[in-house]
């Protein structure tokens, strides 16, 4: 059974960068699996932030996370990171990893597996 967990959250101020981790265990991703991070801020919907394929390549990112953020991987360890520079207030939401079969998407219903997210919050 495909289990993700993330860590890495917390308090900053804005400005400042958190790396969140995404751990997987339960399987190992081979090349044609997607992995991506989301969030969801309070009373909003939740957002695609990044994606690649889980063994490495490409990466896209949206609008809001280009220049700023940046996906990493530990292939050995089976774990995905999210670096997040120049944080700001609007950044402020759960962060989510998610695991599916379609590399490059960016919508939440085509990922299967998903963590339980890491509350970041960015202070002004």
């Known amino acids: 059974q495909v289990h993700l967990v993330e860590s890495g959250g917390g308090l900053v101020q804005a400005g400042g960068s958190l790396r969140l981790s995404c751990e997987a265990s339960?399987?190992?991703?081979?090349?044609?699996?997607?992995v991506g991070w989301f969030r969801q801020a309070p009373g909003k919907e939740r957002e695609f932030v990044g994606g690649?394929?889980?063994?490495?390549?490409?990466?896209y990112y949206a609008n809001s996370a280009k220049g700023r953020f940046i996906i990493s991987r530990d292939n050995a360890i089976n774990t995905v990171y999210l670096r997040m520079n120049s944080l700001k207030p609007e950044d402020t939401a759960v962060y989510y990893c998610?695991?599916?079969?379609?590399?490059?998407?960016?919508?939440?219903?085509?990922?299967?597996?998903w963590g339980q997210g890491t509350q970041v919050t960015v202070s002004s």
């Open positions: 339960g399987v190992t991703f081979s090349t044609s699996f997607a």
């Open positions: 998610a695991v599916g079969r379609w590399i490059g998407s960016t919508q939440s219903q085509d990922y299967d597996h």
């Open positions: 690649s394929a889980w063994s490495g390549g490409r990466n």
